[in-house]
Protein backbone atom coordinates (compact mmCIF):
# COMPACT_ATOMS: atom_id res chain seq x y z
CA UNK A 1 0.00 0.00 0.00
CA UNK A 2 1.09 3.24 -0.58
CA UNK A 3 1.69 5.00 2.44
CA UNK A 4 0.97 9.36 2.86
CA UNK A 5 4.46 10.85 1.98
CA UNK A 6 4.65 12.13 5.92
CA UNK A 7 4.57 8.93 6.77
CA UNK A 8 8.27 7.56 6.64
CA UNK A 9 9.24 11.03 7.98
CA UNK A 10 7.14 10.90 10.74
CA UNK A 11 8.10 7.36 11.92
CA UNK A 12 11.60 8.53 12.05
CA UNK A 13 10.57 11.74 14.40
CA UNK A 14 9.25 9.63 16.93
CA UNK A 15 12.39 8.52 19.13
CA UNK A 16 13.18 6.08 22.07
CA UNK A 17 11.87 7.71 25.53
CA UNK A 18 14.36 10.68 26.46
CA UNK A 19 16.28 8.01 29.28
CA UNK A 20 17.93 11.28 30.67
CA UNK A 21 14.84 13.17 31.34
CA UNK A 22 13.64 9.66 32.80
CA UNK A 23 16.37 9.06 35.38
CA UNK A 24 16.34 12.77 36.46
CA UNK A 25 12.36 12.16 37.08
CA UNK A 26 12.53 8.97 38.62
CA UNK A 27 15.70 10.76 40.79
CA UNK A 28 12.87 13.93 42.05
CA UNK A 29 10.11 11.51 42.71
CA UNK A 30 12.89 9.51 45.19
CA UNK A 31 13.59 13.58 46.77
CA UNK A 32 9.64 13.56 47.72
CA UNK A 33 8.58 12.96 51.17
CA UNK A 34 7.67 9.62 50.58
CA UNK A 35 9.62 6.44 50.71
CA UNK A 36 10.62 5.82 47.22
CA UNK A 37 8.86 3.41 44.81
CA UNK A 38 5.84 3.93 46.89
CA UNK A 39 2.70 5.40 44.67
CA UNK A 40 3.72 2.87 42.30
CA UNK A 41 2.03 3.22 38.78
CA UNK A 42 1.47 6.63 39.93
CA UNK A 43 5.47 7.38 39.49
CA UNK A 44 5.76 5.31 36.17
CA UNK A 45 3.22 7.58 34.40
CA UNK A 46 5.56 10.56 35.91
CA UNK A 47 8.57 9.18 35.08
CA UNK A 48 6.72 8.21 30.94
CA UNK A 49 5.34 11.64 31.14
CA UNK A 50 9.37 13.13 30.99
CA UNK A 51 10.57 10.48 28.92
CA UNK A 52 8.05 11.36 26.34
CA UNK A 53 8.55 15.14 26.43
CA UNK A 54 11.99 15.48 27.32
CA UNK A 55 11.71 17.42 30.49
CA UNK A 56 9.85 16.81 33.91
CA UNK A 57 6.34 17.52 33.70
CA UNK A 58 4.46 19.00 36.43
CA UNK A 59 0.71 19.44 35.24
CA UNK A 60 -1.72 18.49 32.27
CA UNK A 61 -2.59 21.97 31.20
CA UNK A 62 -4.85 21.10 28.23
CA UNK A 63 -6.31 17.72 27.74
CA UNK A 64 -8.08 16.77 24.62
CA UNK A 65 -9.96 14.16 24.11
CA UNK A 66 -10.68 13.50 20.38
CA UNK A 67 -13.55 10.63 19.18
CA UNK A 68 -13.35 9.36 15.61
CA UNK A 69 -16.62 8.42 13.82
CA UNK A 70 -17.23 6.12 11.06
CA UNK A 71 -19.47 3.70 9.55
CA UNK A 72 -18.51 -0.06 8.46
CA UNK A 73 -20.13 -1.99 5.31
CA UNK A 74 -19.48 -5.53 7.26
CA UNK A 75 -22.37 -4.40 9.99
CA UNK A 76 -24.93 -5.14 7.53
CA UNK A 77 -23.57 -8.60 8.02
CA UNK A 78 -25.04 -8.62 11.37
CA UNK A 79 -22.21 -8.39 13.54
CA UNK A 80 -23.43 -6.22 15.88
CA UNK A 81 -26.05 -5.97 18.51
CA UNK A 82 -26.75 -2.57 17.30
CA UNK A 83 -28.11 -1.33 13.65
CA UNK A 84 -26.16 0.95 11.54
CA UNK A 85 -27.63 4.07 11.71
CA UNK A 86 -26.19 3.86 15.55
CA UNK A 87 -23.59 5.96 14.35
CA UNK A 88 -25.10 8.82 13.16
CA UNK A 89 -27.15 8.61 16.05
CA UNK A 90 -24.41 8.43 18.33
CA UNK A 91 -22.66 11.44 16.78
CA UNK A 92 -25.42 13.56 16.88
CA UNK A 93 -25.50 12.64 21.01
CA UNK A 94 -21.78 13.74 21.40
CA UNK A 95 -22.98 17.22 19.61
CA UNK A 96 -25.70 17.54 22.06
CA UNK A 97 -23.74 16.78 25.01
CA UNK A 98 -25.43 13.53 26.34
CA UNK A 99 -23.13 10.84 26.01
CA UNK A 100 -21.01 9.00 28.23
CA UNK A 101 -17.98 10.64 26.73
CA UNK A 102 -19.12 14.07 27.09
CA UNK A 103 -19.53 13.29 30.97
CA UNK A 104 -16.96 11.73 31.47
CA UNK A 105 -14.94 14.65 29.18
CA UNK A 106 -16.00 17.02 31.51
CA UNK A 107 -15.67 15.08 34.92
CA UNK A 108 -12.18 15.54 33.55
CA UNK A 109 -11.32 18.86 32.40
CA UNK A 110 -10.75 17.93 29.02
CA UNK A 111 -11.76 19.59 25.52
CA UNK A 112 -13.65 17.22 23.57
CA UNK A 113 -13.83 17.19 19.76
CA UNK A 114 -15.85 14.54 17.76
CA UNK A 115 -14.86 13.57 14.22
CA UNK A 116 -16.96 12.32 11.46
CA UNK A 117 -14.64 11.09 9.45
CA UNK A 118 -16.63 8.36 7.72
CA UNK A 119 -20.37 8.79 9.23
CA UNK A 120 -23.12 6.84 6.56
CA UNK A 121 -26.12 8.60 7.08
CA UNK A 122 -26.63 12.66 7.97
CA UNK A 123 -26.32 13.23 11.91
CA UNK A 124 -29.66 14.84 13.31
CA UNK A 125 -29.41 18.55 13.58
CA UNK A 126 -25.93 18.57 11.65
CA UNK A 127 -23.43 21.14 12.10
CA UNK A 128 -21.38 23.39 9.55
CA UNK A 129 -18.12 21.82 8.97
CA UNK A 130 -16.50 22.79 11.88
CA UNK A 131 -19.11 23.95 14.82
CA UNK A 132 -19.53 23.52 18.31
CA UNK A 133 -22.57 22.74 20.80
CA UNK A 134 -22.82 22.01 24.57
CA UNK A 135 -18.70 21.97 25.06
CA UNK A 136 -18.38 19.93 21.92
CA UNK A 137 -16.77 20.86 18.66
CA UNK A 138 -17.77 18.51 15.54
CA UNK A 139 -15.38 18.80 12.93
CA UNK A 140 -16.74 17.03 9.63
CA UNK A 141 -14.20 15.27 7.14
CA UNK A 142 -16.04 12.92 5.63
CA UNK A 143 -13.48 10.61 2.99
CA UNK A 144 -16.99 8.38 2.48
CA UNK A 145 -19.83 7.19 3.37
CA UNK A 146 -18.25 4.17 5.50
CA UNK A 147 -16.32 1.22 4.30
CA UNK A 148 -17.11 -1.17 2.02
CA UNK A 149 -17.78 -5.09 3.55
CA UNK A 150 -14.47 -6.17 4.50
CA UNK A 151 -15.62 -9.77 4.00
CA UNK A 152 -16.35 -9.70 0.31
CA UNK A 153 -13.53 -6.76 -0.85
CA UNK A 154 -11.40 -3.86 0.69
CA UNK A 155 -13.10 -2.15 2.71
CA UNK A 156 -11.00 1.09 1.70
CA UNK A 157 -8.96 2.23 -1.06
CA UNK A 158 -5.60 2.67 -0.66
CA UNK A 159 -6.43 6.51 -1.09
CA UNK A 160 -9.35 6.54 1.63
CA UNK A 161 -7.18 5.18 4.20
CA UNK A 162 -4.32 7.48 3.19
CA UNK A 163 -6.85 10.50 3.47
CA UNK A 164 -7.92 9.21 6.40
CA UNK A 165 -4.60 8.91 8.29
CA UNK A 166 -4.12 12.60 6.93
CA UNK A 167 -7.10 13.42 8.97
CA UNK A 168 -6.48 12.29 12.12
CA UNK A 169 -2.77 13.93 12.04
CA UNK A 170 -4.39 17.41 10.85
CA UNK A 171 -6.89 17.15 13.11
CA UNK A 172 -4.24 16.40 16.03
CA UNK A 173 -1.52 18.83 14.86
CA UNK A 174 -4.85 21.52 14.85
CA UNK A 175 -5.28 20.86 18.71
CA UNK A 176 -1.51 20.13 19.74
CA UNK A 177 -0.92 24.24 17.88
CA UNK A 178 -3.85 25.41 19.95
CA UNK A 179 -2.22 24.23 23.17
CA UNK A 180 -2.68 20.29 23.76
CA UNK A 181 -1.13 19.08 25.73
CA UNK A 182 -1.99 15.45 26.00
CA UNK A 183 -3.95 13.90 23.63
CA UNK A 184 -6.82 10.70 24.41
CA UNK A 185 -8.03 8.86 21.72
CA UNK A 186 -11.52 7.29 21.14
CA UNK A 187 -14.12 5.90 18.36
CA UNK A 188 -17.97 5.22 17.16
CA UNK A 189 -18.80 3.21 14.42
CA UNK A 190 -21.09 0.37 14.71
CA UNK A 191 -19.21 -2.51 13.15
CA UNK A 192 -16.05 -1.67 14.36
CA UNK A 193 -15.13 -4.40 17.09
CA UNK A 194 -15.38 -6.55 13.79
CA UNK A 195 -12.75 -4.09 12.00
CA UNK A 196 -10.31 -4.47 14.94
CA UNK A 197 -10.46 -7.99 15.53
CA UNK A 198 -9.96 -8.99 12.06
CA UNK A 199 -6.62 -6.17 12.03
CA UNK A 200 -5.48 -7.73 15.24
CA UNK A 201 -6.01 -11.27 14.03
CA UNK A 202 -3.80 -10.54 11.02
CA UNK A 203 -1.08 -8.78 12.52
CA UNK A 204 -0.50 -11.59 15.30
CA UNK A 205 -1.58 -14.35 13.51
CA UNK A 206 -3.92 -15.19 16.24
CA UNK A 207 -7.24 -16.72 15.04
CA UNK A 208 -9.75 -14.42 14.74
CA UNK A 209 -11.69 -16.46 17.62
CA UNK A 210 -8.89 -15.64 19.86
CA UNK A 211 -9.38 -12.27 19.12
CA UNK A 212 -12.54 -11.43 18.65
CA UNK A 213 -15.06 -10.77 21.58
CA UNK A 214 -18.97 -9.52 21.77
CA UNK A 215 -18.45 -5.93 21.14
CA UNK A 216 -21.72 -3.96 22.18
CA UNK A 217 -22.86 -7.58 23.10
CA UNK A 218 -23.77 -9.80 20.41
CA UNK A 219 -25.75 -13.37 21.92
CA UNK A 220 -23.63 -16.93 21.07
CA UNK A 221 -25.03 -16.98 17.37
CA UNK A 222 -24.01 -13.27 16.61
CA UNK A 223 -20.46 -13.81 18.19
CA UNK A 224 -20.07 -17.34 16.11
CA UNK A 225 -21.40 -15.36 12.59
CA UNK A 226 -18.86 -12.73 13.64
CA UNK A 227 -15.91 -14.87 13.83
CA UNK A 228 -16.85 -16.47 10.65
CA UNK A 229 -17.34 -13.30 9.21
CA UNK A 230 -13.48 -12.31 10.24
CA UNK A 231 -12.15 -15.72 9.21
CA UNK A 232 -13.53 -15.02 5.33
CA UNK A 233 -12.29 -11.61 4.83
CA UNK A 234 -9.01 -13.08 5.96
CA UNK A 235 -8.91 -15.92 3.61
CA UNK A 236 -9.68 -13.74 0.98
CA UNK A 237 -7.57 -11.00 1.51
CA UNK A 238 -4.42 -12.76 2.50
CA UNK A 239 -2.59 -10.51 4.62
CA UNK A 240 0.88 -9.65 4.69
CA UNK A 241 1.66 -9.68 8.68
CA UNK A 242 4.18 -7.05 7.56
CA UNK A 243 1.95 -4.55 5.86
CA UNK A 244 0.04 -2.69 8.40
CA UNK A 245 -1.25 -0.27 6.13
CA UNK A 246 -2.49 -2.77 3.26
CA UNK A 247 -4.06 -4.55 6.63
CA UNK A 248 -6.03 -1.37 7.36
CA UNK A 249 -7.01 -0.50 4.03
CA UNK A 250 -8.14 -4.25 3.86
CA UNK A 251 -10.18 -4.68 6.82
CA UNK A 252 -9.80 -1.48 8.83
CA UNK A 253 -11.76 1.31 9.10
CA UNK A 254 -12.08 5.36 8.29
CA UNK A 255 -12.06 6.13 11.97
CA UNK A 256 -9.41 3.18 12.57
CA UNK A 257 -7.30 5.24 10.16
CA UNK A 258 -7.99 8.57 11.39
CA UNK A 259 -6.85 7.19 15.01
CA UNK A 260 -3.60 5.97 13.44
CA UNK A 261 -2.66 9.48 12.34
CA UNK A 262 -3.64 11.03 15.08
CA UNK A 263 -0.98 9.00 17.41
CA UNK A 264 1.41 9.02 15.18
CA UNK A 265 1.35 13.27 14.70
CA UNK A 266 1.19 13.54 18.48
CA UNK A 267 3.85 11.14 19.01
CA UNK A 268 5.95 12.90 16.93
CA UNK A 269 5.32 15.72 18.70
CA UNK A 270 6.40 14.71 21.80
CA UNK A 271 2.56 14.93 23.16
CA UNK A 272 1.65 11.83 25.16
CA UNK A 273 -1.17 9.96 23.64
CA UNK A 274 -3.91 7.91 26.13
CA UNK A 275 -5.38 5.27 24.44
CA UNK A 276 -9.12 3.87 25.40
CA UNK A 277 -9.67 0.39 24.61
CA UNK A 278 -9.41 -2.41 22.02
CA UNK A 279 -10.77 -0.46 18.74
CA UNK A 280 -8.01 2.23 19.96
CA UNK A 281 -5.16 -0.46 20.42
CA UNK A 282 -5.46 -2.02 17.09
CA UNK A 283 -4.79 1.14 15.73
CA UNK A 284 -1.74 1.47 17.45
CA UNK A 285 -1.16 -1.97 16.25
CA UNK A 286 -1.35 -0.55 12.93
CA UNK A 287 0.83 2.60 14.02
CA UNK A 288 3.41 0.90 15.65
CA UNK A 289 4.13 -1.32 12.74
CA UNK A 290 4.92 2.06 11.14
CA UNK A 291 6.78 3.41 13.96
CA UNK A 292 8.50 1.23 16.69
CA UNK A 293 9.24 3.77 19.00
CA UNK A 294 5.75 4.28 19.16
CA UNK A 295 4.50 2.44 21.83
CA UNK A 296 6.79 3.87 24.54
CA UNK A 297 4.83 6.85 24.01
CA UNK A 298 1.38 5.68 24.78
CA UNK A 299 -0.05 5.44 27.39
CA UNK A 300 -3.23 2.48 27.69
CA UNK A 301 -6.31 3.41 30.19
CA UNK A 302 -7.76 0.86 30.62
CA UNK A 303 -8.17 -3.61 29.68
CA UNK A 304 -11.19 -3.94 28.29
CA UNK A 305 -13.30 -6.86 28.76
CA UNK A 306 -12.63 -7.73 24.86
CA UNK A 307 -10.75 -10.75 24.31
CA UNK A 308 -8.59 -9.57 21.92
CA UNK A 309 -7.53 -5.92 24.07
CA UNK A 310 -5.26 -8.00 26.87
CA UNK A 311 -3.56 -9.30 23.71
CA UNK A 312 -2.94 -6.03 22.20
CA UNK A 313 -1.87 -4.65 25.17
CA UNK A 314 0.73 -7.20 25.25
CA UNK A 315 1.96 -6.75 21.52
CA UNK A 316 2.33 -2.80 22.70
CA UNK A 317 4.31 -3.58 26.13
CA UNK A 318 1.79 -1.28 27.87
CA UNK A 319 0.39 -1.49 31.88
CA UNK A 320 -3.14 -0.23 31.53
CA UNK A 321 -4.05 2.28 34.74
CA UNK A 322 -7.55 0.72 35.25
CA UNK A 323 -9.80 -2.26 35.55
CA UNK A 324 -13.26 -1.51 35.20
CA UNK A 325 -14.76 -4.33 32.49
CA UNK A 326 -15.42 -1.26 30.06
CA UNK A 327 -16.67 -1.65 26.58
CA UNK A 328 -18.32 0.86 25.64
CA UNK A 329 -15.79 2.78 23.26
CA UNK A 330 -16.53 6.74 23.54
CA UNK A 331 -12.61 7.74 24.64
CA UNK A 332 -14.56 6.47 28.01
CA UNK A 333 -11.50 5.04 29.41
CA UNK A 334 -9.22 7.17 28.16
CA UNK A 335 -10.99 9.79 29.72
CA UNK A 336 -11.01 8.41 33.00
CA UNK A 337 -7.28 7.93 32.90
CA UNK A 338 -7.17 11.75 32.32
CA UNK A 339 -7.44 13.05 36.12
CA UNK A 340 -4.99 10.01 37.17
CA UNK A 341 -2.27 11.21 34.50
CA UNK A 342 -2.63 14.70 35.43
CA UNK A 343 -2.48 13.50 39.64
CA UNK A 344 1.48 11.98 38.74
CA UNK A 345 2.33 14.90 36.73
CA UNK A 346 1.22 17.19 39.41
CA UNK A 347 3.15 15.20 42.22
CA UNK A 348 5.96 16.06 40.47
CA UNK A 349 4.96 19.72 40.55
CA UNK A 350 3.62 20.26 43.94
CA UNK A 351 5.09 17.79 46.28
CA UNK A 352 7.77 19.08 48.97
CA UNK A 353 10.86 17.11 48.94
CA UNK A 354 12.71 16.35 52.44
CA UNK A 355 14.69 18.82 52.07
CA UNK A 356 11.75 21.41 51.54
CA UNK A 357 9.73 19.90 54.36
CA UNK A 358 12.37 19.63 56.99
CA UNK A 359 11.69 15.72 56.93
CA UNK A 360 14.19 13.13 57.68
CA UNK A 361 15.25 10.86 54.53
CA UNK A 362 16.01 7.55 55.36
CA UNK A 363 18.36 7.79 52.10
Known amino acids: MTAPSWLAAVAAEIPPLDSAACTAAGAHLDRLTKPPGSLGGLEAIAIR ?6 RLVTDIERPVVIVFAADHGVAARGVSAYPPEVTAQMVANFAAGGAAINVLARAGRADLVVVDIGVAGPVAGDAPATGSDAGVRLVRARIASGTRDLSTGPAMTRD ?41 AAITGLPPATVTGRGTGVDDPGLERKVAVIESALTLHRLDPGDPLGILAAVGGLEIAGLVGAMLAAAAARIPVVLDGFITGAAALVAAGLAPNLPDRLIAAHRSVEPGHAIVLDRLRATPILQLDLRLGEGSGAALAIPIVRAAARICGEMATFDEAGVTNTG
Open 49 to 54: LAGIRG
Open 160 to 200: EASAAIDVGRDVALGLIRDGADLVALGEMGIGNTTAASAIV
